[in-house]
C-alpha cells in the first residue's frame, strides 16, 4: 500500500471516528413553570458543560383568569419575578457557557390544557414570528424549545405551522438553535414526527421526554425506548432525560448514569437534559451536579 492510500485510510478512519464521538458536553434544564421560587443563580453550573435553561413556558393563549386561544399571540406563563430578563443578563454574563431559551405550550394553562390551535397556518405563522421576536428581543434568549402537548389541528397543520416558525427566526437570525420535546404518544408522535419529516433539518436537539414511560423503568427499557426513538427521529441529536422528583421514567438512582455510559460508548449521547429545576431546589441540585460531573468527564 503506497503512502497516499495509508494517508486516506487514516484520515478516513479519524472521520468515522469523529462522526461517532459527538459533542456530549450539553446540559439542559427546563426552569421557571412552578413558580417555587427558583433563580438562575441558585442551580449550580460547572464551567466544563454546554449549559442551557430553558424557561417554561410561553403560550398562545390570554392571560386572563380564563385562558383562550391566541392564534400564535405568544404571552410569557413563567414565574417572572424570578427569571426576568435583567437576571437573564447577569447569568449569562458570569456564566459564558450559558445559554437561555424559551419553550412553548407545555402541558396546561389555568385549569385546562394548552392546545395548539391555530386559526389558520398563515394568520398562526405571522402572529407568532411577530409576538416571539418581541419576547426573545425582550428576554436576550437564544433559541426556541416546542413543548405542545395537546392539539386542535392535524399533524399536517402543526409541522407547517412549528416549521415555518422555526424557519423565519432562523433566518432572521432571531434564534441560533430549536428543540422538540415529544413523548410516547400516538397523537404526540403523530404531529411530531411530521414536522420532523418536513422540517427536521431545522431542529439541533429532541428533548425526548424519557421520564413519561412509566416510573421504575429500567437500564435495558430505557436504552430499548432510546433506540426507537432514535430511529423515529433519524439523524437526530437525542437528548437523554429524566425527571428530578423520580416520578417516571429511569432515574439516577436506579441507572440512569449507567445507561448514559452505555450510550456514550456506541456513540448514540448527545448530553442530558432535566425536568426541572424548580422540582430540584428540595433535593439540593443534586442530580444537576452528578450530571454536569458525568459530562466534564465524559470522552
Not at 478512519?13 to 417555587?36: C, H, M, N, V, W
Not at 414565574?79 to 435583567?86: C, F, H, K, V
Not at 436506579?254 to 432535566?274: D, M, Q, V, W, Y
Amino acid at each position: 500500500m503506497d503512502f497516499l492510500s495509508k494517508g486516506l485510510l487514516t484520515f478516513l478512519f479519524l472521520l468515522q471516528t469523529i462522526q461517532a464521538s459527538p459533542d456530549t458536553k450539553l446540559f439542559r434544564e427546563y426552569i421557571g413553570a412552578e413558580f417555587k421560587g427558583v433563580t438562575f443563580s441558585d442551580v449550580p453550573i460547572s464551567p466544563s458543560v454546554d449549559f442551557h435553561f430553558i424557561l417554561s413556558f410561553a403560550i398562545d393563549y390570554t392571560t386572563s383568569d380564563s385562558p383562550s386561544p391566541t392564534n400564535g399571540q405568544f404571552n410569557v406563563f413563567w414565574d417572572t419575578d424570578n427569571l426576568s430578563p435583567s437576571q437573564i443578563s447577569s447569568i449569562k454574563n458570569n456564566h459564558p457557557n450559558v445559554k437561555v431559551a424559551l419553550s412553548l405550550g407545555g402541558d396546561s394553562i389555568g385549569n385546562g390544557y394548552a392546545y395548539f390551535n391555530p386559526s389558520s397556518i398563515d394568520s398562526w405563522v405571522d402572529n407568532a414570528v411577530s409576538s416571539l421576536t418581541s419576547i426573545i428581543n425582550q428576554y436576550n434568549l437564544d433559541g426556541i424549545d416546542v413543548d405542545y402537548e395537546h392539539f386542535q389541528s392535524d399533524p399536517e397543520t402543526f409541522a407547517e405551522c412549528i416549521g415555518r416558525l422555526l424557519k423565519v427566526l432562523k433566518n432572521k437570525g432571531v434564534i441560533s438553535f430549536a428543540s422538540i420535546a415529544p413523548f410516547d404518544d400516538e397523537e404526540v408522535q403523530s404531529h411530531y414526527l411530521a414536522l420532523w419529516r418536513k422540517y427536521g433539518h431545522l431542529i439541533d436537539y429532541v428533548n425526548f421526554q424519557f421520564y413519561a414511560y412509566d416510573e421504575g423503568t429500567t437500564v435495558s427499557q430505557f436504552l430499548s425506548y432510546f433506540d426507537t426513538q432514535r430511529s423515529n427521529y433519524g439523524g437526530g441529536k437525542i437528548l437523554a432525560s429524566f425527571i428530578s422528583d423520580g416520578s417516571g421514567g429511569l432515574s439516577p438512582n436506579n441507572g440512569f448514569f449507567s445507561a448514559c455510559a452505555t450510550l456514550k460508548r456506541e456513540g448514540k449521547f448527545h448530553g442530558i437534559f432535566i425536568w426541572s429545576a424548580d422540582d430540584s431546589m428540595s433535593n439540593g441540585f443534586r442530580y444537576e451536579k452528578r450530571s454536569q460531573a458525568f459530562l466534564a468527564s465524559a470522552r
